[in-house]
């Protein structure tokens, strides 16, 4: 079993109001959860994928490495929102050798900032066109990449590669439900300040993109519309009633958000079928914290006249809750996808 993953790792996804970590341990063909954790980040330490304070994310990461199940010295952590641009660009046919010799000449004029200053990486989507290639460009500032991995130093362990999280959704739901070859499925993860989206036409992700909303919209709107301090805010929006107000003076506020919330999601629906050759989505996977707003999903589900699946990150990699000392996978599913894509990595992996 040694030989099937060369070393172990932990998937950690640090983001913007809880980091989470996963690691796996192999079990028949497949892996289960060995170790499982989530620690709150404060509020403003991370905004729009780059870290403002790392000495409270490390503060984070080590709280949740101080749970002794977790073995591994090594972490795969991810990026997303404007710390990392991810696009499909279509390029003269050439063999590998020399596109990596001019994919940084060839990358120059489709990102935004000086090329010395970024990391990239690529992969070859498509080689059936006429003269022509498609490859998947992904590049993300270096100093951006460096303030993850200095967090991940300070809490005592090893980064040793950064995804990117729309990328490690797709690699959670291959493990989970593998792919359907003609099948166009959408994968929307809401998390707290962000909405990372990844539509898979079969294996191939054709659409990527990060929405700038999430579950503190929703907060900031109650904190407004009830006039509350944050933090209750926070509760109420959880479905707790908390001094001052009830969960029903809320249950407005929230529909009205949800609506704003699946316009911008309606808009990258829509630019999707307007530059990719499908036009249809078949399936929405939804997970992240924030999909747990009342509603939500049925929401979804109208609006788009498609199928809404809670997506389970644990449907085939097993999570016994007495082996890993926690209380209801339930209460971890929807916000582990991304750290579950992270951990079923491994080293040498792009
Ligand atoms: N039961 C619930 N009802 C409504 N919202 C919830 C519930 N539980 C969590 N949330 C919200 O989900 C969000 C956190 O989700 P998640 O952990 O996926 O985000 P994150 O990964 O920290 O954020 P991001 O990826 O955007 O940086 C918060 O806004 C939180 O208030
Ligand atoms: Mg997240």
């Known amino acids: 079993m040694l030989f099937r993953r060369a070393k172990s790792l932990v998937g950690l996804d640090i983001g913007s109001s809880s980091v989470k970590a996963i690691e796996l341990k192999p079990a028949g063909k497949g892996f289960r959860v060995s170790a499982i954790g989530v620690e709150s980040v404060p509020p403003d330490c991370i905004v729009d994928g780059a870290i403002i304070d790392g000495g409270a994310v490390a503060d984070a990461v080590r709280r949740l ?53 970024v990391n990239l990486d690529y992969e070859i989507l498509d080689t059936t066109g006429e003269g022509s290639m498609e490859v998947l460009l992904v590049a993300a500032k270096k100093d951006k990449i460096a303030d993850y991995t200095n967090v991940i130093s300070q809490a005592g362990k090893a980064p040793v590669i950064v995804d990117v999280d729309v990328f490690a959704l797709q690699n959670a739901f291959e493990a989970n439900y593998g792919f359907e070859p003609s099948a166009v499925v959408a994968i929307l993860n ?73 316009l911008e999601v ?27 707003v009342e509603g939500f999903a049925e929401s979804l589900r109208e609006r788009f006249a498609t199928e809404v699946e809670q997506f389970d990150p644990f449907r085939q990699v097993g999570c016994d809750p007495k082996k890993v000392g926690i209380d209801n996978p339930d209460d971890y599913g929807p916000v582990a996808a991304v750290a579950m894509g992270l951990a079923l990595r491994k080293v040498g992996d792009r």
């Open 266 to 292: 309606e808009k990258t629906f829509d630019f999707f079928k307007a530059t990719a050759s499908n036009d249809r989505i078949d399936r929405i996977m939804l997970c992240g914290g924030a999909s747990r």
């Open 190 to 262: 809401a998390g707290a300040s962000a909405i990372n989206i990844n539509i898979l036409s079969g294996s191939q992700s054709v659409f990527t993109r990060d929405v700038s909303m999430g579950g503190n919209a929703f907060t900031e709107a109650v904190q407004k519309e009830l006039n509350l301090p944050y933090e209750s805010a926070e509760q109420l929006k959880k479905g707790q009633d908390v001094d001052g107000a009830t969960y029903e003076d809320a249950r407005a506020v929230l529909r009205a958000m949800t609506d704003n919330v699946l």
């Open 65 to 117: 490495f101080a749970n002794k199940r977790f073995k591994a010295k090594d972490v795969v952590a991810s990026l997303s929102g404007n710390s990392v641009i991810v696009k499909k660009i279509t390029l003269p046919s050439m063999t590998e050798a020399e596109l990596s010799e001019s994919i940084y000449w060839e990358a120059e004029q489709y990102i935004p900032f000086d090329i010395q200053d």
